[in-house]
């Protein structure tokens, strides 16, 4: 029994991962290992350039070539494919313009305003003997403020009531400075000839850090508008869409309305092995996770036809096929996960680019494949490089060996594996036993949140954003850290970095197009993580363990990628926490963290499995 | 401290245009930053006291600038005569630390 | 029919708010209003005193003299009183020293430092030769930086090993620029005395805008002290303390030991007319609220005799004795609402006085007392002023009466007032018939809650804060307000408020003694107002309705105090716009907006009562 | 500007005791805010250029205090010397916008 070199070689959806170690004696000793990406969809012969590449690395890094290696262990990864959507079940829709209510930084005056609508340039042909007439002023972006303000000037001189004013360009402060009598105006109203003149309108701006409060209130409206019953109920929608705007406008319209409309959402049919239950989309997702639990396991899922959610799902049968090589119909979807998801989207028919916070249901779903295959790999692989190549245990069995060597922990053990595309989680019970289960919605899913709900439209960025803590720029040479702490740098800051968000990750600092505050971004971040990843742990944890109450287990292990994030692992150790359980992240052999936990496994397995003696 | 003392001087060389400074006073009028317009050369405004720490330059080169006290050498934005308004808000923003709103070209 | 002068007056639990108006053939026309502090308690002759001052001033401001007027008319109140109440459901205690986890603001260093516990003292009396041994430096605050760093510095230089330092004073940023080998430095250690030496210690600082990774991982915590798995689930609870903290300690003491101790908070027995309910305080205020409903109605509330409960109910029973003046055990509740409370505490056995966000359970409670009569006081008042006295209809008739004079409004109607201690809803039907129902909990329990979860110590303050919005000074000159718009001062702020969040008052700006951020406070303000009056309100509508369906409502008309705050009616706005239903303030008499509800009811109720015909 | 040109002048008058300046710089670099320390008139600190706008006096009378340029006449702050530690620390927090540390009594 002489020395050998001994590989475990991990390829996960997101990343392969590959440790080396040399045996001798019966002593075991790790040498290195390397993370890269994965080439290809999991399981096809396309990740053997991923791996013949991080083999490489590691060798490189214990001094070796990939020649010297004598075995090889390949995981037996178990052949699950994820996928995500997202849609409304919300929309604000207005038909008629009626309401405009935005914040421009910089609106002039403050109070309300209310009368009828009036071209500037119209200002002075009125008829100003009808005194007891006001006026709100439309100034479109041809108009400059000096003449715009003396026409108002002008008119109230003569006796006309002008009361508020409308502005498309950035004016509102300059208008309102040179006037003699001061109004209300709210300004950069891009899209100004959508306001309709001749219209009793109301204009309201609070003053800096407060709200309106009368166009906000459907009694305010009335009031203003002198509205009978039934059209104090037609408006309301109105009132809440302003609430909490610093600044707004709003024109009755004879035929205006707002209209809130429920969308059809459509209901998803969960299939069990006995029976089927439905649930309406429009319930959110806490409803169709409810019916998910009480019918305990799926075979499959379907929704109504010609309905969202029948588009989101057939989206997403779709996908997958095109994934895994099947055709639509062999689809069938082995676990989802729904969450409630804020998804902005701009109010069809406002007037100046306002955003409805729409609601929506993200879904992860996951779906069994027969048409990976981890032994094609395999053949290839040993073609390719002439090492002896093995097929090691099953995944779960390698990921527990392999988090095992973390210090502290011991039989019985439950490991989350927390990668891109889904949550594992495995228990060996005191016997040694296994149980596992793959649940759809992981690290992907959470980026995708965070994408929509800040309204990005970048996916990569959306990533960072969730990897790396914030900063806002206060000044040339400050910056505020997420916990209140000042940075002081040297250098001035950069243009397009003042008085923004900013990632800070290792390539420096990245800012972000959004006005959001960094304290929201945060509480969105977290979230997301939360919604995901804490619900999935919950949702794992009562699969594998037998009795289906979590307080009976005792040591809880993170890995994977997600298990890096610089949060996730404390909310789900806070979160178990409350159930008595020791749940951290891993540190693999001592050293490696959360990362490397099955391809260890697979070395260290290959003693017992007489692969090295 | 009074009013008075808080502005922003607006040093232009002799051939700046009356309308690219009535739209750089337009652009720190709206942000509610005073400002003060003064005929003198416009080299090194860097150096240049300023309560605020920031002096907009109008060069005869057709573009304008920001200064700011703290930043040796070049100045800190700089677009063409164009831009005016925009540079004017800008000066605004940097001293209420407000994001810029940067032009699509300089 | 002459003409006549009319005042209603309304006393509240708060507040006494009276209306003047002339009637004159058949017409009427209001006059003036004003408010004042009730004096004494609501239905005693203490009243009186505030009544007359209230007539004075609404007289004046209306060109009278309280001698001419001809009526008053007194709202018949309901003799409800109500009483507040809160207290832990957990409780970290750490028995023997052994952990530290603060925030100073200038640690020193950063990264990871496991070693034994020296003074610094004692330096450089050990043993140099056994260089294995590495060490963490506890440094009192009677010894110089300079010094303590230069006998780091020798004592390194002499092999020896110093992998962290403990710091008394604020001065880790300073002994760690005078160090050759750059070690992590937790300072500010108030209770220095306490940190025990000769023991195994890891001291852990993040860079700034990130937290710790190793103590705050159960896992983390059993490699670096060589933990077994039983040793590791007992320190758990440690790691899960420090889960969000830039710096902290931990030493390990063979006695160590933290626990986070679940109080008994007891059980509360909930006797309904039928049966009774026993719930346990631990579960938290849902499952109160949610047996409490299963129940329907309460005739009497008792907590378990000996337990945390049990004294909370006993002290609100005494409470509510006194103001009422019957005994103890004549008092039973009528109603109560618990909501979930987050309450820091100060965790016994800490070294840095740190902090612990435990939960707790806050408790509104009403009982309906006999011994306040209305009669009373409007005899003692009749007596003092000579003037004919009428004691007006039910409150809720008077209360509806007055909403209705709200533009856009009609019956069917519903009216919350929203006052200090009680939420008070009614409802008239098409044909005018009147339910109405009287709840626990309003504005003075969202004082309360922001009092005890910011760990004030000033309900003044609390109060300021709940009626405000708050600013950050970032500057000698620049404020951000809650809504991130800067606002620019020509006057330097004064030095107490300089960096401080400040409460953006009628009488300037009031900076708040705490660390805790502007939108944390924000978002603790924000959760009060929903956690009392959105519960409330939506129990309250259940109550009323018939059909306990609140869909079926149309008009929903807010009134008193707490309808005037700056963001709990559009809360409700936003919240009962969920069920189509059209809630707004209201604004009595199209000028009022929600104040004066009961007493312009009582004037306008004259006309029909034939008081005035 | 590098990092040489970005302190706070500490300006003592001929009186000043070592251990006061000693302990203002202290406050001062734990709070990470260099300094340099001058000897020369402490009247109208307000009125000398600063870097970081803010100047630090330790006056013969026993007292030190924070000047900032842009508020004229009385200085910012003013302690006794034997809140000379705190002093330091406060005018490194006036320049990184933190709340101050103020003293029970001056
Ligand atoms: N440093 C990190 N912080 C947070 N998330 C990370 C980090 N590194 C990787 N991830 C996330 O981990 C996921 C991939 O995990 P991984 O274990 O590599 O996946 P798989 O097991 O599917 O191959 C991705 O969602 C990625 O965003
Ligand atoms: N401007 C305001 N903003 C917010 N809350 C207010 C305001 N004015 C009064 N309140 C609150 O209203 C409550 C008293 O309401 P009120 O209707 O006067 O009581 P009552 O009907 O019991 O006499 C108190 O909790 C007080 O804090
Ligand atoms: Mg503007
Ligand atoms: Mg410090």
């Known amino acids: 029994m002489g020395k050998r070199i001994v590989a475990g070689v991990d390829i996960g959806n997101s990343s392969t991962e590959v440790a080396i170690a040399i045996i001798e004696g019966g002593q075991m000793q790790f040498l290195a290992q390397h993370l890269v990406k994965t080439t290809g969809v999991k399981g096809t012969v396309e990740n053997v350039r991923g791996i013949r590449f991080a083999l490489q690395e590691a060798a490189g890094k214990a001094g070796l070539t990939v020649s010297q290696i004598d075995l090889i262990r390949l995981n037996d990864a178990v052949p699950v494919i994820g996928d995500l959507a997202m849609d409304l079940i919300s929309e604000t829709i207005i038909t008629e313009s009626s309401m405009i209510g935005h914040n421009p930084d910089s609106p002039g005056g403050a109070g309300l305003g209310v009368g009828t609508t009036i071209g500037i340039e119209q200002l002075l042909d009125m008829d100003t003997a009808r005194t007891d007439d006001a006026y709100i002023v439309v100034i479109g972006k041809g108009f400059d403020f000096e003449w715009a303000a003396g026409r108002i000037n002008l008119a109230m001189s003569r006796g006309a009531s002008v009361t508020g004013a409308i502005v498309q360009k950035d004016d509102g402060v300059l208008i309102h400075n040179r006037l003699q009598h001061k109004i209300p105006i709210v300004d950069e109203v891009s899209l ?202 099953v995944e779960a069995e390698m990921a527990i060996r392999g988090a095992l060597t973390t210090p502290g922990t011991r039989k019985p053990i439950v490991i989350l594996d927390m990668g891109g595309g889904s949550t594992d989680a495995a228990m060996m019970d005191a016997s040694g036993n296994i149980t596992s289960t793959h649940l759809a919605g992981a690290g992907d899913m959470v980026t995708m949140l965070i994408n929509s ?146 391809a260890t496994g697979l070395v260290l397995s290959s003693i017992k499995n007489g692969g090295a003696t | 401290m009074s ?33 003060r317009v003064l005929q003198r050369t416009t080299r090194n405004l860097g150096d240049l006291p300023s309560p605020l720490q920031v002096v907009i330059g109008v060069h005869d080169n057709g573009t304008v600038s920001v200064s700011h006290e703290k930043v040796k050498g070049t100045p800190y934005l700089e677009y063409s005569w164009k831009h005016a308004r925009r540079l004017g808000k800008n000066a605004a923003r940097l001293v209420k630390g407000l994001p810029l709103h940067l032009p699509e070209r300089g």
Chains 1, 3 share one sequence.
């Open chain 1, 192 to 393: 100004i000839e959508k306001v309709p003149l001749n219209k009793k309108a109301a204009v309201e701006v609070a003053l800096p850090g407060h709200v309106i409060r009368t166009l906000s209130n459907p009694y305010g409206l009335s009031t203003v508008f002198s509205l009978t019953p039934d059209e104090t109920i037609q408006i309301a929608p109105v009132a809440k869409a302003l609430v909490g705007n610093r600044s707004a406008v709003v024109i009755r319209t004879a035929q205006g309305e707002v209209v809130e409309r429920k969308i059809e959402a459509g209901r998803m049919i969960l299939i069990g092995t006995q029976n089927r239950l439905e649930v309406s989309v429009n319930d959110g997702a806490d409803a169709i996770m409810d019916a998910y639990e009480r019918l305990g396991s799926v075979t499959d899922v379907q929704g109504e036809t010609g309905t969202n959610v029948g588009g989101m799902l057939s989206g997403l049968r779709q996908d997958l096929a095109e994934l895994t090589g099947q055709t639509p119909g062999e689809i069938s979807i082995s676990d989802f996960l729904a969450v409630d998801a804020v998804i902005p989207s701009s109010i069809s028919g406002s007037m100046a680019g306002e955003l409805a916070m729409e609601s929506g249901v993200a879904l992860a779903s996951m779906v069994k494949t027969d048409k990976s295959s981890i032994h094609r790999v395999a053949r290839s692989l040993e073609q390719e490089l002439g090492i002896a190549i093995e097929v090691g245990g």
């Open chain 1, 453 to 598: 709900e800040l309204a990005l439209g970048d996916k990569e960025l959306a990533e960072k954003i969730k990897k790396n803590p914030l900063g806002k720029v206060l000044s040339l040479f400050h910056m505020q850290l997420e916990d209140g702490t000042m940075l002081f740098s040297e250098a001035p800051f950069p243009p397009h970095t003042f008085g923004r968000v900013v990632i800070r990750g290792e390539d420096g600092l990245t800012p972000l197009p959004t006005r959001v505050s960094m304290e929201k971004i945060r509480e969105i971040r977290r979230s997301a993580k939360r919604r995901v990843f804490v619900t999935n742990v919950l949702r794992a944890l009562k699969r594998i363990v037998p009795t289906r109450n979590v307080k009976h287990l005792s040591f809880v292990v993170m890995v994977g990628g997600s298990a890096l994030d610089f949060e996730i692992p404390q909310m789900v150790t806070e979160e178990l926490g409350k159930y008595g359980i020791v749940a951290g992240f891993a540190n693999i052999r001592g050293t490696e963290g959360p990362r490397n936990a099955v």
């Open chain 2, 3 to 35: 009013s008075k003392e808080i502005f922003i001087p607006i040093i232009h060389d002799a051939g700046a245009q009356y309308e690219v400074i009535r739209e750089i006073s337009a652009g720190l009028e709206e942000e509610g930053v005073p400002y």
